[in-house]
């Protein structure tokens, strides 16, 4: 398996402005081309997190997945990063969700919508949940994209293993919109969500102030699977490649088999 690229791009979103934003991370990722494999933005990056977005929710058939496709197109990179979308069928049809949308150059669109919805924000009042989680395989990895708020809960993310399958992933993300007022609780749960897995550990935040006046410090960073610091962004606007190396992270997991001492469960 080869090492993996990953570039998080860490930017300051523009309040309820979509077409604002994909222009705004257009110029932020143009110079990636060539030198990456999967791009990772914030959670709600076209519009900020915002109960009101709701109202201007787009479709899979909207700008904003168009967008996607091309610029994973154009990049020859995977694409991630939430947006509010309006989707499902009959009696679902009218519901909003906070969806991850995963896309690749070659224009397949994988999503997952957002389980745990934020309820200190009303997000839980506004937006649907989603139920099951994300695996998906790029250029021969396992990554498991989930939305910020799901980092607080570690059942959900938990790295499972059996013997035919192995790990169910090497790489887990999260994007996020996580105000700086709790900045030590996104710097702790990123870590111990990659010690605990034996996995690498990739967290995306945005930076700036909001149309609510929430502050940002971004802080995004990636980890090792020891929980240690490979990039950390700091608070200021900015891109930063990392490459993850898999033969370091299978060398670990033989050496420290933690995995085979984990107890069974089923989610519900």
Not at 100 to 129: C, I, N, Q, S, W
Not at 154 to 169: K, L, Q, T
Not at 182 to 200: F, K, S, V
Not at 210 to 224: E, K, Q
Request: proline residues 4%; negative net charge.
């Amino acid at each position: 398996m080869q090492p993996l690229k990953i570039s998080l791009v860490q930017g300051a979103t523009r309040w309820h402005d979509p077409a604002g934003n994909r222009g705004y991370y257009s110029s932020l990722v143009a110079p990636l081309a060539g030198h990456t494999d999967l791009v990772v933005l914030p959670e709600t990056f076209t519009s900020g997190f915002s109960n009101e977005a709701i109202h201007s929710a787009e479709t899979m058939e909207g700008a904003t997945v168009a967008w996607l496709k091309e610029q994973a197109a154009s990049l020859d990179a995977a694409f991630t990063g939430s947006v509010q979308l309006r989707a499902g069928e009959g009696d679902a049809s009218d519901k909003v969700f906070n969806r991850l949308l995963f896309v690749t150059p070659d224009g397949r669109v994988r999503h997952y919508d957002k389980r745990h919805l934020f309820r200190y924000a009303d997000e839980h009042r506004r937006y649907a949940a989603g139920r099951e989680r994300l695996i998906v395989e790029w250029r021969g990895w396992r990554i498991c994209p989930l939305v910020c708020y799901d980092l607080r809960f570690p059942v959900f993310s938990r790295n499972r293993h059996d013997d035919a399958r192995g790990f169910e992933y090497d790489l887990v993300l999260f994007v996020a919109n996580w105000p700086s007022a709790r900045a030590h609780a996104w710097r702790t749960l990123l870590r111990a969500r990659a010690i605990e897995n034996l996995a690498y550990c990739a967290g995306l935040n945005r930076v700036g102030v909001d149309g609510n006046g929430l502050p940002y410090s971004g802080d995004s960073a990636v980890l090792d699977f020891l929980g240690q610091t490979m990039a950390d962004l700091g608070a200021q606007e900015q891109t930063v490649t990392v490459s993850l190396d898999s033969a370091a992270l299978a060398a670990f997991r033989e050496k420290f088999p933690a995995w085979m001492d984990a107890d069974a469960f089923e989610l519900r």
